[in-house]
T-cell receptor
Framework: DVKVTQSSRYLVKRTGEKVFLECVQD?????MFWYRQDPGLGLRLIYF???????EKGDIPEGYSVSREKKERFSLILESASTNQTSMYLC?????????????FGEGSRLTVL | DAKTTQPTSMDCAEGRAANLPCNHS???????VYWYRQIHSQGPQYIIH???NNETNEMASLIITEDRKSSTLILPHATLRDTAVYYC???????????FGTGTRLQVFP
């Protein structure tokens, strides 16, 4: 079975802290994604990576950066966490050329910024 | 990117067919329609996708209108476990990005 693993299910951080959210997939997928989910707003794409060291901005990249040094790992970085970044963060992966249609999601990381 | 419009919520009786509509009037000729669902506290799960033709798998059927401006996801015999938020998505034109909307909250009742 495809497995997308997010490093932490729950995190509590303080305003101004640097936060790392890690995601690892074991299916040799080229594509990896970071979304955030907030009540009433659905899932919003933060960043997308289609290969090692390659990335594209999603709809809401402000305040975030990403790192993809290895194919299996995609990290989301909050350089200076703010309270409006309190959210559920979801990582996903897929093969390139999405005609297979399937994104595989992790279980999510719920971040609270105080 | 083509945008989608879905009703905010729907109800369905257990055992009946659930028909979830989606409008995507600005879809381009090479853009696929995808459906995902998200059960509470879990990550979204792929259901089905299609381009022009109707599609069926073990989970659902996808009916796409001839002009491709709308589609319907059909769960033929809804169960209580089908209670979830259902997302209709059109793939961004020339990338692998999937842009989710706010979805339809389907409540299946006994």
């Amino acid at each position: 079975d495809v497995k997308v693993t997010q490093s932490s299910r729950y995190l509590v951080k303080r305003t101004g802290e640097k936060v790392f959210l890690e995601c690892v997939q074991d299916m040799d997928h080229e594509n990896m994604f970071w979304y955030r989910q907030d009540p009433g707003l659905g899932l919003r794409l933060i960043y997308f990576s289609y290969d090692v060291k390659m990335k594209e901005k999603g709809d809401i990249p402000e305040g975030y950066s990403v790192s993809r040094e290895k194919k299996e790992r995609f990290s989301l970085i909050l350089e200076s966490a703010s309270t409006n970044q309190t959210s559920m963060y979801l990582c996903a992966s897929s093969f390139r050329g999405l005609n297979t249609g399937e994104l595989f999601f992790g279980e999510g990381s719920r971040l609270t910024v105080l | 990117d083509a945008k989608t419009t879905q009703p905010t919520s729907m109800d369905c009786a257990e055992g009946r067919a659930a028909n979830l509509p989606c409008n995507h009037s600005t879809i381009s000729g090479n853009e696929y329609v995808y459906w995902y669902r998200q059960i509470h506290s879990q990550g979204p799960q792929y259901i089905i996708h299609g381009l022009k033709n109707n599609e069926t798998n073990e989970m659902a059927s996808l009916i796409i209108t001839e002009d491709r401006k709308s589609s319907t996801l059909i769960l033929p015999h809804a169960t209580l476990r089908d209670t979830a938020v259902y997302y209709c998505i059109v793939r961004a034109g020339n990338t692998d990005k999937l842009i989710f909307g706010t979805g339809t909250r389907l409540q299946v009742f006994p």
